[in-house]
């Protein structure tokens, strides 16, 4: 059933939980928007869990990628919310994308990528510049790994700079970044769903 599809919101805030969140803050409103469409979905914050650096499948010794990775494969979307520091995603969101990275030696039985059918998108907050910096690299990394991308697959807020004013602490979401997560989120699913009635044809032979 085309119709029937599920999303993985991976937080990469550098805050464990109970702590607030702004990158988690955009992630639920997100989220939301993909439930509006009739995905189910949700949230991990990948900080909460012993995620190892590495690029293989299974560092060994309680990682908890695998874990992860087993809720990723399960799902149609896959968005990375993250924060900009110094003009960069996240190092939490460094090390997940280095995680993706084993999924270029995964293959079916048909030699396509696991990745491949799914698509991925990219939101972002921050209180200074960097954010089509921010998209940039991290969309592109989800293309590498087998990912596919949707039109206006991404959103942000960016605040004044060197303030102190957060994303979550703004009495309602700004009108601009609102529409831009409703279109992320259409694009998105509507993208998925081809894929899921048509996908991506297998390698040609030798």
């Known amino acids: 059933m085309?119709?029937?599809l599920r999303a993985l919101i991976l937080v990469c805030t550098l805050k464990p939980s109970p702590a607030e969140s702004s990158s988690h803050s955009?992630?639920?409103q997100v989220l939301g928007q993909l439930e509006r469409l009739g995905v189910g979905g949700e949230i991990v914050r990948v900080v909460d869990h012993d995620v190892r650096f590495g690029v293989?499948?299974?560092?060994?010794?309680?990682?908890?990628?695998p874990g992860i990775r087993e809720k990723m494969l399960a799902s149609d979307i896959l968005v990375l919310a993250t924060p900009i520091w110094m003009g960069q995603p996240s190092s939490v969101c460094k090390m997940t994308l280095e995680r993706l990275d084993a999924e270029l030696g995964e293959t079916d039985d048909e030699g396509r990528m696991l990745t491949e059918g799914k698509v991925a998108a990219v939101a972002v907050v921050g209180n200074e510049d960097g954010a089509h910096h921010v998209v940039a690299e991290v969309l592109q990394a989800l293309n590498d790994t087998g990912f596919s991308?949707?039109?206006?697959a991404s959103t942000y807020w960016v605040g004044?700079?060197?303030?102190t004013t957060d994303y979550l602490d703004l009495d309602e979401t700004p009108e601009k970044t609102g529409s831009t997560n409703e279109s992320l989120a259409r694009h998105t699913v509507h993208l998925a769903r081809l894929l899921a009635a048509a996908p991506y044809p297998v390698p040609a032979g030798d």
Do not use: L, P
């Open 2 to 4: 085309t119709d029937a």
């Open 26 to 28: 955009i992630g639920e």
């Open 56 to 65: 293989g499948i299974d560092e060994g010794d309680g990682d908890a990628w």
């Open 149 to 152: 991308v949707a039109a206006n």
């Open 160 to 163: 004044e700079a060197m303030q």
